[in-house]
């Protein structure tokens, strides 16, 4: 593969100080030898507490672009990005404010119902008020209002009595998103740009798609395309390209679904990541793959539309 002119130098930054640092370092792992397989040099920083730190490895970096593989908060959450908007560093993925909005699971709710987008029932909760009653008739599904990768997720179904407990042991902030727990299937779309890939059925090994699902091996299996109507699956990747726009996000995202295919059938989207995983086992590398699109390939994709947005 030809080494794209004017773009050698890039700035791997991988790791960051959320709870998906381990995630972030795997993905950092294989976007490294990514871009050096399609002709970049790949210079890893690994992103700790100390900005001080980070600034320094930037500078002796040298770098033409930053390929952001951050996960969690501080890494997609629009903070990263506003350092690297200061430092004039073009970077991959989404800007400050798309990067901020899709983070914060209530601010983006806001913005998919007002796109029209199908959303399950649902509201941002106190703590004493969840700790008191349930916010939602059972089974509802409580989430970090500001967490990635299921990390914090946990469904509360009838006579289940964990409720006041998750919320005395919480550590994700005074509030949680509550939402209709939505029967059925697991699906996601992801979105280069302005092109919807294709849909992929998760089937975790056991339980829900939680942390240990999507990041351990065997933790679940990925059907793609997946098994569902037609009109489902254009569906699904209208709504991901549309939730993509209205969030003003660039490069690659990954929209999640839920889909209950008992008549009269209902498709729900869950959420945006405007970080997708890059390891091996994440979903947008695998549909790229399907679709004829390499690793190196998909990391220079990334490269080369790599920009500031402020």
């Known amino acids: 593969m030809t080494r794209p002119p004017g773009l050698t130098r890039v700035a791997v930054l991988h790791g960051g100080i959320s709870a998906e640092r381990e995630v972030s370092l795997a993905s950092g792992a294989q976007v490294i030898a990514g871009l050096r397989e399609a002709g970049f040099t790949a210079i890893p920083i690994e992103v700790g507490a100390d900005l001080t730190a980070l600034l320094a490895a930037l500078a002796e970096a040298r770098a033409d672009v930053a390929f952001n593989a951050l996960h969690g908060r501080f890494g997609e959450d629009g903070t990263i990005q506003g350092v690297l908007e200061w430092l004039r560093l073009p970077y991959t993925h989404s800007g400050v404010r798309a990067s901020a909005l899709a983070m914060d699971k209530a601010a983006s709710r806001a913005i ?5 987008l199908p959303l399950a029932a649902g509201r941002v909760v106190a703590l004493d008020e969840l700790a ?31 409720r006041a407990e998750i919320a005395a042991g919480w550590r994700f902030g005074a509030r949680a998103l509550v939402e209709a727990f939505i029967p059925g299937r697991e699906l996601t779309v992801g979105v280069l740009e302005d092109r919807a890939l294709l ?3 998760i089937l975790p090994a056991e339980g829900f798609y939680d942390y240990t699902a999507k990041y351990a091996a065997g933790g679940s299996r990925h059907v793609l395309p997946a098994a569902v109507p037609a009109e489902i699956a254009a569906r699904a990747m209208a709504c991901a390209l549309a939730a993509h726009r209205a969030l003003g996000c660039a490069g690659a995202t990954r929209a999640d679904f839920r889909y209950d295919d008992t008549p009269p059938g209902q498709l729900v989207l869950l959420e945006v990541n405007t970080q997708p995983g890059l390891t091996q086992t994440s979903l947008l590398p695998e549909q790229a793959a399907h679709l004829g699109i390499g690793f190196p390939a998909l990391c220079a994709w990334m490269v080369e539309r790599a920009a500031c947005h402020a």
């Open 112 to 116: 998919f119902a007002a796109a029209g």
């Open 199 to 201: 849909v992929t059925e």
């Open 132 to 162: 008191a009653r349930d916010p939602l008739p059972c089974p509802y599904v409580i989430k970090p209002v500001n967490e990635g990768s299921s990390v914090g997720v946990a469904i509360i179904r009838g006579g289940d009595n964990r």
